[in-house]
T-cell receptor
Framework: DADVTQTPRNRITKTGKRIMLECSQT?????MYWYRQDPGLGLQLIYY???????NKGEISDGYSVSRQAQAKFSLSLESAIPNQTALYFC?????????????FGPGTRLTVL | GIQVEQSPPDLILQEGANSTLRCNFS?????LQWFHQNPWGQLINLFY???GTKQNGRLSATTVATERYSLLYISSSQTTDSGVYFC??????????FGAGTQVVVTP
């Protein structure tokens, strides 16, 4: 079984709808992250959480919110989706041990906003 | 913030060829990682390499931190090596900053 899972894997929605993307991990890591990837570009950090009570904005947090329900679960919400939020969304985890903070990524959620 | 530049942006290889991908970064880093994104979108961590050289099968990486660059070598390329290769560093705000990637296509 995959260590980091994301649901749904694909979603098509309409402008103005509220959407939630979910991420679960079995790696036992405290740190979790949400990224978005636009076509032909690298990843940009949306939000990150170093533990259940610690949530921080990333580079591009406007239009998004998150919830860290437990160590293993980190959800991303789009309160009112807009077309330029069409992208590939990745969840990642890391153990935060020293500088070798290697990140492990989920399979991604492909979101299309019409 | 820190700038991460990858070159070349695109690379087409014939199976069996060797290649070198480059990552330049604009400031000192203590964390540099290379990732491979396969054609299905999955991201796999290849190396954690803030300095020195590491090898994993046909892939190897070298980071020269004092000169602010890292190289990823692909030897005897296979079609399964196709995809996008990303370099990512920990920037001034302590989080991973990704480059734009190198798109690699390996033809049979």
């Amino acid at each position: 079984d995959a260590d980091v899972t994301q649901t749904p894997r694909n979603r098509i929605t309409k402008t103005g709808k509220r959407i939630m993307l979910e991420c679960s991990q079995t790696k036992g890591h405290d740190r979790m992250y949400w990224y978005r990837q636009d076509p032909g570009l690298g990843l940009q950090l949306i939000y990150y959480s170093f533990d259940v009570k610690d949530i921080n904005k990333g580079e591009i947090s406007d239009g998004y919110s998150v919830s860290r329900q437990a160590q293993a679960k980190f959800s991303l919400s789009l309160e009112s989706a807009i077309p330029n939020q069409t992208a590939l969304y990745f969840c990642a985890t890391s153990d935060g041990v020293g500088a070798a903070d290697t990140q492990y990524f989920g399979p991604g959620t492909r979101l299309t906003v019409l | 913030g820190i700038q991460v530049e990858q070159s070349p942006p695109d690379l087409i290889l014939q199976e069996g060829a060797n290649s070198t991908l480059r990552c330049n970064f604009s400031d000192s880093v203590n964390n540099l990682q290379w990732f491979h994104q396969n054609p299905w979108g999955q991201l796999i961590n290849l190396f954690y390499i803030p300095s020195g050289t590491k090898q994993n099968g046909r892939l190897s990486a070298t980071t020269v931190a004092t000169e602010r660059y890292s190289l990823l070598y692909i030897s005897s390329s296979q079609t399964t090596d196709s995809g996008v290769y990303f370099c990512a560093v920990v920037g001034s705000w302590g989080k991973l900053q990704f480059g734009a990637g190198t798109q690699v296509v390996v033809t049979p």
